[in-house]
């Protein structure tokens, strides 16, 4: 499955990319997340709780950032295994540009699930995707433009 959107932040880039490497931040906006610990510069562990149609299972999974560009872009890619449930994994390439004073995020993601959630069907996983990316986004964006 991929989807890809936009998101205009008013904050400056360097303000934007500094929010995407802080795992606060970003525990506050991932929808369902428990936990989130940085590793190292580059790597983060994470549990995160979702429904998916009848089915919720809670995900324990390592995320890695790669092909980093500071401050204006990165590939962030992880896996979770939700026991029973199966497994989620997949990426996103993030980009950031300057528009005036703000700031225009832009992310291409690609994710694959299995397991007894891949049974759901893909329409229900597709839209739940994309809700929930839309729905980190947005939370994401507000973080940010209060500081």
């Known amino acids: ?42 790597e983060m562990t994470a549990t995160v709780t979702l429904k998916i149609g009848p089915v919720k299972a809670k995900f324990n999974g390592e995320v890695e950032l790669k092909n980093l560009n500071p401050p204006y872009s990165y590939t962030i890619a992880g896996e979770g295994k939700g026991g029973i449930a199966g497994f989620a994994k997949g990426g996103a390439d993030v980009t950031l540009a300057e528009d005036g004073g703000a700031t225009v995020l832009t992310y291409t993601a690609k994710a694959d699930v299995g397991g007894k959630i891949a049974q759901l069907g893909s329409r ?23 500081g």
Not at 128 to 143: D, Q
């Open 1 to 42: 499955m991929n989807m890809s959107g936009e998101q205009r932040i008013e904050a400056s880039v360097e303000r934007v990319w500094e929010a995407l490497n802080d795992p606060e931040v970003l525990k506050a906006s991932i929808p369902g997340c428990e936990s989130l610990e940085k590793k190292s510069d580059t």
């Open 124 to 146: 229900l996983i597709d839209s739940t995707s994309k809700k929930l990316a839309g729905e980190f986004f947005k939370k994401f964006g507000k973080i940010v433009e209060k």
